[in-house]
């Protein structure tokens, strides 16, 4: 089965510390891409990568990191510099063209408490 | 600045009616526009996309959008809904003369709710 894999489906944090949501796909996907989501709101993009050990800040990067050491791996760690980090986080892939379409994973829902 | 609206937070349609889902966008060149679906708890699923060519996209369960460049608009179409494309829909764009990556910018989203 070819996809995207994002795990935990939920998880829950105390303030202060930092959590690494991660994502993996097996779809030889050059670029990777993740949102955040908020209720009422569209999807905004935190960091994307469109080749191995390079990425670049979207448009909500602060209190983010990521890291691309593999083609298939590209996980996100929320720090604690995050001051909302309660949201549900999204990450894509796309062949890396710019007519491409970009395909999601499930989803990780984090709650701050 | 590019923008994409979807104007109707809510859409209700009866069981077997037409349904639309209404996108208008705001960019510079010539856009792909692409429309998601999203289901309760789960990742986007992609519908279906317009590039070039004819203005009728068809995509997946029987969905369909229409390009119009001079309304600059991409609504998406259904002739008869079911109560399962009861979900949230999202309209997306990227303007290729704008950004050399492949950013989308992306409505707000739109919930659809089909009544039996």
């Known amino acids: 089965d070819g996809g995207i894999t994002q795990s935990p489906k939920y998880l829950f944090r105390k303030e202060g510390q930092n959590v690494t949501l991660s994502c993996e796909q097996n779809l030889n996907h050059d670029a990777m891409y993740w949102y955040r989501q908020d209720p009422g709101q569209g999807l905004r993009l935190i960091y994307y990568?469109?080749?191995?050990?390079?990425?670049q800040k979207g448009d909500i990067a602060e209190g983010y990191s990521v890291s691309r050491e593999k083609k298939e791996s590209f996980p996100l760690t929320v720090t604690s510099a995050q001051k909302n980090p309660t949201a549900f986080y999204l990450c894509?892939?796309?062949?890396?063209?710019?007519?491409?379409?970009?395909?999601f994973g499930p989803g990780t829902r984090l709650t701050v408490l | 600045a590019q923008s994409v609206a979807q104007p109707e937070d809510q859409v209700n349609v009866a069981e077997g009616n037409p349904l639309t889902v209404k996108c208008t966008y705001s960019?510079?060149?010539?856009?792909?526009l692409f429309w998601y679906v999203q289901y309760p708890n789960r990742g986007l699923q992609f519908l279906l996309k317009?590039?070039?060519?004819d203005n009728l996209v068809k995509g997946s369960y029987g969905f369909e959008a229409e390009f119009n460049k001079s309304q600059t608009s991409f609504h998406l179409k259904k002739p008869s809904a079911l109560v399962s494309d009861s979900a949230l829909y999202f309209c997306a764009v990227r303007d290729p003369q704008e950004y050399s990556n492949y950013q989308l910018i992306w409505g707000a989203g739109t919930k659809l709710i089909i009544k039996p």
């Open positions: 894509a892939s796309s062949i890396g063209q710019e007519r491409d379409t970009q395909y």
């Open positions: 990568s469109q080749i191995v050990n390079d990425f």
């Open positions: 317009y590039i070039t060519g």
């Open positions: 960019v510079s060149g010539n856009p792909y």
